[in-house]
């Protein structure tokens, strides 16, 4: 059964607050023109700029978590119509976000553009994997997540604070650059449990 098909895109809880602030209306239309399953060419020329975006998970007891990625304009990439994908990065090991994943894959994603201002949510079903064939093409990527798009839609930007500078962090993983070791890897308390340190590192990693 295709996902999207049973995808709803307002349940009870939301339905019970539109109601009480006479919002149901203005809830429905905006889903009606703005709401969508497939990318446009504008999602698409704003995704392939974006340098980060927010990703809210949650485990098998509905637990929610949100993680900050980030990488060179381009490191999301829009695979199918209703379909992108993102390479994970050597992290903290904690792998909290696919993690989550891993026992729970519905996803929310958050993308913004602080200068203009200017948002986009992709809800969706995510999965993962370390033989995807983006993989060649995302340098330090350790795994490709790909995210199947139930629900596309935009967002009012007017509370997005504008923040100035697009610089990008120096431990961005991009083509012909090699990332500097982060210092907390040279921590006393961390050096001995780093992935290789007796066990097999994940591919893409540069173990200590």
């Not at 993989?135 to 330090?140: C, I, R, T």
């Amino acid at each position: 059964m295709d996902e999207r098909a049973t995808y709803a895109t307002y349940h009870e809880g939301m339905r019970g607050l539109q109601d009480r602030f006479d919002a149901r209306r203005l809830a429905d239309r905006l889903d009606e023109r703005l709401g969508r399953s497939a990318f446009s060419d504008e999602d698409r020329d704003f995704i392939a700029s974006r340098t980060m975006f927010f990703l809210a998970t949650a485990d098998a007891q509905g637990r929610p978590d949100c993680s900050y990625k980030g990488g060179a304009a381009g490191f999301v990439r829009i695979t199918g119509a209703s379909e992108l994908a993102f390479p994970n990065y050597d992290g903290n090991g904690m792998f909290r976000s696919l993690g989550n994943v891993a026992v729970n894959p519905s996803v929310g994603i958050l993308f913004i553009d602080f200068e203009s201002p200017r948002r986009l949510r992709v809800n969706g079903v995510a999965s993962f994997s370390d033989d995807d064939p983006l993989m060649a093409e995302l340098p330090g990527a350790q795994l490709i997540v790909r995210v199947r798009a139930q629900k596309i839609f935009p967002n009012c930007p007017r509370y997005i604070h504008r923040s100035a500078g697009s610089e990008l962090s120096e431990y961005t993983p991009r083509a012909g650059y090699a990332p500097p070791q982060p210092k907390w890897k040279s921590m006393d308390f961390v050096v001995d449990v780093l992935p290789g340190c007796g066990t097999r590192p994940w591919p893409g990693l540069d173990p200590a």
